[in-house]
């Protein structure tokens, strides 16, 4: 996972398709335990932390009331966040289910 500031992160969910958020603070003993796991299960994902206590609009604008939250983006959209008590297996179905569609769809595909 890389860290990365708010407004940079912001710019990297204009960037990839599907795209994992893990926010954290310094002195969640959860959030240190969990965050190698989550890396361990999903390699092949652009994944960011944004620690909550420096950046603390990253919880005001992603309403983060605990950590960790692990939130995932589709095309600049959450579409899956799990808080706290984080269910690896159910995250890494959620991302393959995500990184298994048809993203090159084009309209006349879709109407012709």
Same mark, same amino acid.
């Given at each position: 996972?890389?860290? %990365?500031?708010? %407004?940079?992160?912001?710019?990297? +969910?204009?960037? *990839?398709?599907? $795209?994992?958020?893990?926010?954290? %603070? ?7 335990? #969990?965050? !190698?796991? #989550?890396?361990? =299960?999903?390699?092949? @994902? !652009?994944?960011?932390? @944004?620690?909550? *206590? &420096? ?11 605990? =950590?960790? $939250? ?9 579409? *899956? ?6 269910? #690896? !297996?159910? @995250? $890494?179905?959620? &991302? ?6 048809? +993203? ?5 595909? @879709?109407?012709?």
């Amino acid at each position: 996972m890389q860290s %990365t500031t708010f %407004t940079q992160f912001q710019n990297e +969910l204009t960037m *990839h398709p599907l $795209v994992l958020l893990y926010i954290s %603070t310094p002195t969640c003993s959860v959030c240190h335990a #969990i965050k !190698p796991k #989550i890396e361990h =299960a999903l390699t092949d @994902l !652009p994944m960011f932390v @944004l620690d909550a *206590h &420096v950046y603390p609009e990253v919880a005001s604008a992603y309403q983060a009331l605990t =950590a960790p $939250v692990v939130l995932l983006f589709f095309e600049g959209k959450e579409v *899956h966040r799990q808080a706290r008590f984080i269910d #690896i !297996p159910k @995250l $890494v179905k959620f &991302v393959q289910s995500y990184q298994s569609m048809n +993203l090159s769809v084009t309209y006349q595909d @879709l109407f012709n």
